[in-house]
């Protein structure tokens, strides 16, 4: 796995907020940035970092180095410029030929890996039932993904965070890392997460279900210096790499953007 490191590019003066302001920026209606305190960790600056969209005004995407014509794996920022995408964020984590991810992945054009593992993540969309939300985490413990997922163009598998009933399923464990997440919240709005700063899964998990952001679905999709997010959109431009992993890179040196094969980007619906 790999980490990310945060480096935020301020194109305009800050506005001036008030105490009691809503913690996110809007950059776009619909796209906002947030910025919260996480625990104390032993690098970094224990913030976690998050980009909240509403589908209904933003489509996603998934980019992938296996698709026809891509070729290559490339940095969230490459993928966004490349694709005219405002954000990006791993999709998942991958195999050693850098370009399989390691559950279901695929698109109405392409197949990325059609095994599905054992995993209870399944992120959806590009919606063909408009009965159905436009973009949503499906929970295979306590949804039907057979009968949800003919209802989407695109589905992205990964590891659970939180149940059904919003409860930690990460075991506790001591080994920390930078981590790059998906989630989202009770109004089905799709959270871009990013933690430079090293945790305990389990100890994040804890974290995000704390915070003010109404979480209800999370699922993993990449640690250490592999994890990244990228957005330009608004006066922000931010680029928030990982970097720390115990037994790989003990370290938050890490100022370098990884190649990453698949990515979840998003774009202004046309």
Same mark, same amino acid.
């Given at each position: 796995?790999?980490?990310?490191?945060?480096?935020?590019?301020?194109? @305009?003066?800050?506005?001036?907020?008030?105490?009691?302001?809503?913690?996110?920026?809007?950059?776009?209606?619909?796209?906002?940035?947030?910025?919260?305190?996480?625990?104390?960790?032993?690098?970094?600056?224990?913030?976690?970092?998050?980009?909240?969209?509403?589908?209904?005004?933003?489509?996603?995407?998934?980019?992938?180095?296996?698709?026809?014509?891509?070729?290559?794996?490339?940095?969230?920022?490459?993928?966004?410029?490349?694709?005219?995408?405002?954000?990006?964020?791993?999709?998942?984590?991958?195999?050693?030929?850098?370009?399989?991810?390691?559950?279901?992945?695929?698109?109405?054009?392409?197949?990325?890996?059609?095994?599905?593992?054992?995993?209870?993540?399944?992120?959806?969309?590009?919606?063909?039932?408009? @009965?159905? @939300?436009?973009?949503?985490?499906?929970?295979?413990?306590?949804?039907?993904?057979?009968?949800?997922?003919?209802?989407?163009?695109?589905?992205?598998?990964?590891?659970?965070?939180?149940?059904?009933?919003?409860?930690?399923?990460?075991?506790?464990? @001591?080994?920390?890392?930078?981590?790059?997440?998906?989630?989202?919240?009770?109004?089905?709005?799709?959270?871009?997460?990013?933690?430079?700063?090293?945790?305990?899964?389990?100890?994040?998990?804890?974290?995000?279900?704390?915070?003010?952001?109404?979480?209800?679905?999370?699922?993993?999709?990449?640690?250490?210096? =592999?994890?990244?997010?990228?957005?330009?959109?608004?006066?922000?431009?931010?680029?928030?790499?990982?970097?720390? =992993?115990?037994?790989?890179?003990?370290?938050?040196?890490?100022?370098?953007?990884?190649?990453?094969?698949?990515?979840?980007?998003?774009?202004?619906?046309?």
């Amino acid at each position: 796995m790999r980490a990310l490191l945060f480096a935020a590019v301020l194109l @305009a003066p800050p506005r001036i907020a008030a105490a009691d302001s809503s913690p996110w920026e809007v950059l776009e209606p619909g796209l906002e940035l947030g910025t919260f305190a996480g625990p104390p960790s032993v690098a970094g600056d224990s913030k976690i970092r998050i980009v909240r969209i509403d589908p209904a005004r933003f489509s996603l995407q998934l980019l992938s180095a296996s698709a026809p014509g891509e070729g290559k794996p490339r940095t969230a920022r490459d993928w966004c410029a490349r694709s005219g995408a405002l954000a990006a964020i791993n999709a998942s984590m991958f195999l050693n030929d850098v370009r399989t991810s390691v559950g279901l992945m695929k698109t109405r054009a392409h197949v990325n890996n059609a095994r599905l593992s054992k995993d209870n993540a399944v992120l959806a969309f590009d919606r063909l039932d408009r @009965a159905l @939300a436009p973009a949503q985490i499906i929970d295979r413990q306590c949804q039907d993904l057979g009968t949800l997922s003919p209802g989407y163009g695109t589905l992205v598998q990964s590891i659970r965070m939180v149940s059904c009933d919003r409860k930690n399923q990460w075991a506790p464990a @001591a080994k920390k890392w930078s981590t790059a997440a998906i989630g989202a919240d009770r109004k089905g709005r799709v959270l871009f997460i990013h933690a430079r700063s090293p945790w305990p899964v389990h100890d994040l998990v804890d974290a995000l279900l704390a915070l003010p952001i109404d979480l209800q679905r999370l699922m993993y999709t990449e640690g250490g210096p =592999e994890a990244q997010l990228y957005l330009k959109a608004g006066k922000r431009e931010v680029e928030a790499l990982g970097s720390y =992993e115990t037994g790989f890179n003990e370290n938050d040196d890490n100022t370098r953007a990884w190649e990453i094969p698949n990515v979840i980007a998003v774009t202004r619906k046309k």
